[in-house]
């Protein structure tokens, strides 16, 4: 479907210190304070201010004097399993006398703390669970653990229902009269916290002095943080630019799990100029892989390595799953597409909100197919496949205009028991449904979608910072851009747009564009990828208008500029 590209206005900030081309970009994302662009951790709010705080520490300094068994409930995503990484390297490093984990398999247990995964659980038989990344909806789960003779501290970021879990603690920046700032923070942020607030209580309580145990330095768990935090897709918001910032300039230096180090090399990023761009769409899917195919243990495990050899080993095994993951995806994103060419040969004759649902497809990529789906068609879509129970479960994805998780609630609200679980955020959600209910669940969702959107906020649109004068396609610009971030979800990396006349091109895998441009009346001739755009292209085209990133390609220890096309249309 065609994008139309719109200039971004803003009020220009000469007061940011920063080059003039950085305060435009700065001040198109609203950055209008100099310490907005400032990292240092020290402007990090302290973990107090989470509701709940102390009573989670109370909890877990309770669970280290008295030697009681912990095990970390961790989610099947790479925000999960950083967090679960994180959780059980912490605790050892503050001498918890046992802590292991446990991950649920997407297929067999379900999400967040189910009762059945409660139930495999009390084979290590621990005496408090904690959830990370998950258990904000997990009722019958606590109560099944609880029925067992376990305690329950909840971390999570993921908005709650109307009604909490009974468990023992709760640590949410989304529950209700929570002031933390950050509403964003991603699961790893928030067991970060706690792990921050509870090394504080055992310094007070003289515990490692006690102990003769060395005090951790949780800044070094940072490079976990910046990658479940990119990977997850939160909002970068001031305070998760600073926590993935400080994380990225670890792992570049060389202070990182091994598991990452290993990841930087079968994708063949090179570590000491990492970027959240990387971890984002390289280093996160593989990890993501694990969870989305087989079981995230592997994720997990290859985090939790303090061997570089043998997390390289469970690395080449993460880029295997995900090469499988891959052509799984192609081949249900082709099935899904002629599946909308029957429903509606015109895009305009598709329902706002699009609901599919095959009962052949692979539970662990929906969330894939919907996001490829949402950003071709510029509408939220929800892709469903059926679960161990014979029901369907549904992954969805959204536009701005429209947030998922509330718009759910409303359907839920106006059509009881249709719905049978859900949960998520703005931008993406999940849910469970009866396999007779969904006919009845599509019409209602595209009911709700149109109180939320218009026949206007249907139309794709590429917000531009503008052209770029002739002298600022350099090297030099590329990497003052690459720096100026972390750029992600919120904070969007620059993107402009221009006319440029066409050299040549090349067809590169039957669906990849290699062109070879240059700014109308200017010799200088730039080299330009355009990644799935061939039939946006027609040979012969003069000139083109692209919406471009500027990028630096490395390649056999050479670094060139290369424009990395967004948007490509005949001018």
């Known amino acids: 479907m065609l994008k139309s590209i719109v200039r971004r206005v803003c009020e220009p900030c000469n007061g940011l210190p920063a080059p003039p081309l950085l305060q435009r970009i700065y001040a198109a994302r609203a950055v209008r ?62 001498g918890v006398a046992w802590v292991g984990y446990r991950v649920p398999n997407r297929f067999a247990h379900g999400y967040g703390l189910t009762p059945e995964i409660v139930t495999i659980a009390a084979e290590d038989q621990p005496d ?25 501290l909840i971390t999570d970021h993921h908005s709650p229902g109307s009604e909490l879990p009974p468990a023992e603690g709760i640590v949410n920046p989304n529950l ?40 951790p330095n949780l800044a070094r768990f940072l490079d976990l943080v910046a990658f479940g935090t990119v990977a997850d897709v939160v909002r970068l918001d001031h305070h998760n630019r600073i926590l ?16 990452i180090t290993a990841l930087c090399e079968v994708t063949s990023r090179p570590q000491i ?18 969870g989305r195919l087989e079981d995230m243990s592997q994720g997990i495990e290859c985090l939790l390595s303090d061997n570089l050899e043998a997390a390289r080993k469970i690395a080449r ?43 052949e497809w692979h539970q662990g990529v929906v969330g894939i197919i919907a996001g490829r789906l949402k950003e071709r068609l510029n509408r939220p879509v929800i892709v469903f496949a059926t679960d161990r129970d014979g029901n369907i479960k549904g992954s969805g994805r959204s536009v701005p205009g429209m947030h998922l998780r509330d718009a759910l609630a409303a359907v839920a609200t106006q059509n009881p028991g249709l719905i049978s679980h859900f949960g998520g955020h703005a931008m993406a959600a999940g849910l469970t449904l009866a396999m007779e209910h969904f006919d009845l669940f599509n019409q209602a969702f595209d009911a709700e979608t149109r109180q ?40 969007p990396e620059p993107l402009f747009d221009g006319v440029f006349e066409v050299l040549s091109h090349q ?37 083109v208008r692209i919406a471009y990133q500027l990028d630096v390609n490395e390649w056999q220890g050479q670094r060139r500029l290369q424009l990395r096309v967004a948007h490509l249309e005949a001018a």
């Open 128 to 152: 408090l669970l904690i959830t990370v990344d998950n258990g904000i909806s997990s009722h019958a789960g606590v109560k099944t653990a609880q029925a067992l003779g376990m305690k329950v």
């Open 273 to 290: 100029r990492l970027s959240a761009g990387d971890i984002g769409f390289y280093l996160g899917p593989r990890l993501n892989a694990a």
């Open 33 to 94: 304070l100099p310490h907005e662009l400032q990292r240092e951790l020290r402007l990090l709010t302290p973990p107090t201010a989470l509701l709940n705080m102390e009573r989670a520490v109370d909890l877990l300094h309770t669970a280290l004097r008295e030697r009681w068994r912990l095990l970390i409930i961790a989610d099947f995503d790479a925000d999960g399993a950083t967090s679960c990484a994180l959780a059980v390297r912490a605790l050892r490093a503050m």
């Open 507 to 543: 067809v590169m895998k039957e669906k990849h564009l290699k062109l070879f441009l240059r700014l109308p009346g200017n010799g200088a001739r730039l080299e330009a990828v355009a990644f799935n755009q061939v039939a946006a292209f027609r040979p012969g085209t003069a000139r």
């Open 452 to 491: 939320w959107l218009s026949d206007d906020d249907l139309h794709g649109r590429l917000l531009s910072d503008g052209e770029l004068a002739p002298d600022e396609f350099t090297l030099e610009i590329a990497e003052l851009l690459r720096e100026g971030g972390p750029w992600g979800q919120g904070f």
């Open 317 to 359: 095994r993460l880029h295997e799953i995900n090469r499988q993951r891959g052509e799984l995806t192609v081949e249900m994103e082709t099935q899904a597409l002629a599946r909308i060419d029957r429903l509606a040969p015109e895009v305009g004759d598709l329902p706002f909100g699009l609901c599919l649902f095959d009962p």
């Open 176 to 215: 209700p009269g929570d002031a933390f700032p950050s509403k964003n923070i991603a699961g790893v942020g928030v067991i970060f916290y706690v792990m921050m607030a509870l090394r504080a209580r055992l310094r007070e309580a003289g515990w490692f002095a006690e102990r003769r145990l060395a005090e």
């Open 244 to 259: 993935v910032e400080q994380g990225l300039r670890r792992i570049r230096q060389g202070y990182c799990v091994p598991g």
